[in-house]
């Protein structure tokens, strides 16, 4: 879209009126058909112009300029009737990775429809092993609220239901996520309650449940966070004796610290401090490299403080693609060698399919079958245990939506 159509645009949405306007902008004249819009535009503080005083209106709008525009709309909310008030909200929406890239909270929406929204997502999945009787096909859907409290301060409640096709009975149903976060100006948030944690890039616990408190100072580039409560799901957090018990209610302290010396590479560090007897804290490293556009190369070493080399996990991989559920016929591909050692800290991880004492390949493909609707394909390959003896193969395929 040219900047002129854009311009006349957000004047009809914004009912700007100021009929004699000076025009800031010396390649807009008097006689070019978007002058007025133009100029009523400018001196409301909607549109800028370049350094130079030019407005360039024959140019495409880019998607930064016009997420400029709608963030001085958002603020316009109050002046504008219903209709304009929804093709607002309906911008800032489109254009919401935008808006915060600029500083512009999406909360600032949220606040203009009611202080509240809601997403969601809902999946259909088949898990398969060289053994078909341990084969399943379960589905899962999960509803999230999230209520703006103030300013600074969010609550957020989820509620999930979940079941293996033919089993008797209703889904199991469970409010899974409650916690609030705050903000404490634009550089430390701290979230209490039950929520997701990723600890270093997800070999050992990524996206799991955790009840207690996250606190996290800095912004992308470099930050640093502390989590403090218990973990409450996957196995193999507790390393009793040598055995393998469930994670709930193991107690730790984990410390991160994450750092982006370039737009392309990432580098994440943490160290966990269990708090309980007979479980054995834990540290591990990971680091991601885009190559390109598409190309991604990274690993992640992670170990127990005091099982020696049985207490190692690690893995190390290539992946291709530009695979986006928003987006329609994005694509990627992933390889990854992997090797657990029987007691390393791996407790809810990204390798779901993996088994502790085990090394292979872990294979997955993504593909955006409809916007918000993605196809994905997981699979072991060359599984071997410690001895090189070879071990039953496991797959997995689902189709996810998000709303």
């Known amino acids: 879209m040219k900047k002129h159509l854009a311009v006349l645009a957000a004047t009809a949405v914004l009912g700007v009126t100021s009929a004699f306007a000076a025009n800031p902008f010396s390649d807009v004249t008097p006689q070019d ?115 703006t409290v103030n300013d600074n301060t969010k609550a957020v409640v989820r509620l999930m239901g979940s079941k293996e096709f033919g089993e008797k009975g209703n889904p199991d149903t469970a409010i899974d996520r409650v916690y609030v976060q705050h903000n404490f100006g634009k550089y430390a948030t701290v979230a209490a309650g039950r929520q997701d944690l990723t600890v270093g890039n997800g070999l050992a616990f990524d996206g799991g449940t955790f009840e207690g408190v996250v606190a996290t100072a800095g912004k992308d580039k470099l930050n640093a966070s502390v989590a403090y409560g218990y973990l409450q799901s996957g196995t193999y957090g507790k390393l009793e004796l040598g055995k393998a018990t469930r994670a709930e209610n193991s107690q730790v302290t984990v410390y991160q610290l994450n750092t982006m010396p370039t737009e392309k590479l990432a580098v994440k560090g943490f160290y966990a401090d269990a708090h309980e007897k007979n479980v054995h804290n ?95 394909a997981t699979a072991t390959i060359d599984t071997k245990d410690q001895a090189n003896k070879a071990q039953a193969e496991s797959y997995r395929a689902e189709l996810n939506y998000k709303f």
């Open 282 to 376: 834990a540290y591990g490293a990971s680091l991601d490299l885009k190559l390109g556009n598409k190309v991604w190369a990274g690993g992640e070493y992670v170990k127990t403080e005091t099982q020696g080399a049985n207490g190692e996990a690690w893995t190390a991989g290539l992946g291709y693609g530009n695979y986006n559920m928003a987006k329609q016929g994005t694509w990627s591909v992933k390889g990854q060698y992997y090797n657990i050692k029987k007691d390393a800290p791996v407790i809810d991880s990204a390798l779901g399919l993996a088994t502790k004492g085990n090394k292979g390949v872990y294979a997955t493909a993504k593909y955006a079958v409809a916007k918000n609707v993605g196809l994905a």
């Open 33 to 147: 058909w978007a002058y007025q819009a133009v100029a009523q535009l400018a001196a409301q503080g909607v549109v800028n112009g370049y350094p130079d005083g030019t407005f360039k209106g024959q140019n495409n709008i880019t998607r930064y300029e016009m997420a400029q525009m709608v963030a001085k709309a958002l603020v316009r909310q109050d002046r504008v009737d219903a209709e304009q008030n929804a093709i607002i909200n309906r911008l800032a929406n489109e254009f919401s990775a935008e808006l915060n890239n600029l500083g512009v909270r999406v909360a600032t929406l949220e606040n203009k429809v009611g202080n509240f929204k809601f997403t969601g997502d809902a999946r259909l999945r088949y898990t398969g092993t060289e053994d078909a009787r341990k084969s399943k096909f379960d589905y899962r859907g999960r509803v999230n609220f999230e209520a």
